[in-house]
């Protein structure tokens, strides 16, 4: 394994970021193998893909937390990836914020909204994310697990974390928890953490497949995140316990069933389903290779094989009346003490 490779493709493939080669893959080796999942191309695109599909399962918010304070927002995305949520929550305050034409009356509204835009900081063990950046918004390369985060805002409105578990260390979530609440403006500050429960179910009214090769794919994976003390299974009451115990109060939870394949009657259900179909081909192999190979004793090539059973070839789309699904979870929990306002809430 090298720390870099002359091979004319795989300069055109590397992110400008330092890394290594392994498992046919480019990883990035700053921290080396904390970050399991690959950083190239293709795995740039299936966090993009993911985020597309958390936001139609979401009926399209960015976040459940109503950012309009009149002032700049203060928030922090743990774990960014590319960045793509920061940077559109980041626009989304900016362009929400009067429209119409140009007269003096619009001039000096946008010049008004202009000074609310969001501070945000983007946190990521690998900078990935693109080099323009919307106004406000800082990237910065930090390990989360790290026992002090001085060096990240403080008294933030909103904390973000979203597909964490699995990344950070079992025994790190407690530590985690509390420096997102410390971080947190007292008594107003909310942490907003989303996943997905990786555990397949099956529609009660289908048949269940005698051989899912998804439900192999889940359990083989999740088992091989487990040799790296990075349980990613979604334990609600465990989720709940650690928060209360970090000091978070008002802390709440919301399911979405979501489809793996887009074979519901329902249209919301299939474009969901569709787009978590798509983000999840291209990236399956990339998210199973580290756990499978360095941990179960998987050769790259079962990995392959594993992969084309459950989802086909990459890049293409599974067109099944399989019952499966996945659910997306998402747990909000405000800081601190002090006086709240259930209208900075919004439900997603």
Known sequence: MSQSSDSPQQQQQTPMVQGYWAHGRYYGSWKQGKYLCPIDSE????????????????????????????????IMDMGTGTGIWAIQVSDSQVMSRGEGGVTMTAVLTWHCRLRCI??????????????????GMVTMQFDIEEPSWDALYCNCDLIFFRMLLGSIRTDKWPSVYRNALEHLAPGTGYLEHVEIDWEVGFESSGEIPPNSAFKEWSETYLRGLDGFFRNARVRTQNTKRLLEEAGFCDIREQTIRCYVNPWSADPEECDTARWFNMGI?????????????????????????????????????????????ITHRHWGGRGGHGAFDEASLSVA
């Open 118 to 135: 969001p501070e945000i900081m983007a946190i990521d063990i690998n900078l990935i994310q693109p080099r323009l950046i919307p106004r």
């Open 281 to 325: 081909n291209i990236g399956l192999q990339a998210m199973s290779v580290a756990p499978l190979v360095e941990k179960l004793r998987w050769t790259v090539e079962e990995v392959k094989q594993l992969c084309e059973r459950t989802f086909g070839r990459p890049g293409g789309l599974r067109l099944t009346r399989s019952p499966e699904f």
């Open 43 to 74: 795995e740039l695109n299936r966090l993009d893909l993911l985020h597309k599909f958390f936001l139609v399962a979401r009926k399209g918010a960015l976040t459940s937390v109503n950012l309009d304070f009149g002032r700049p927002a203060r």
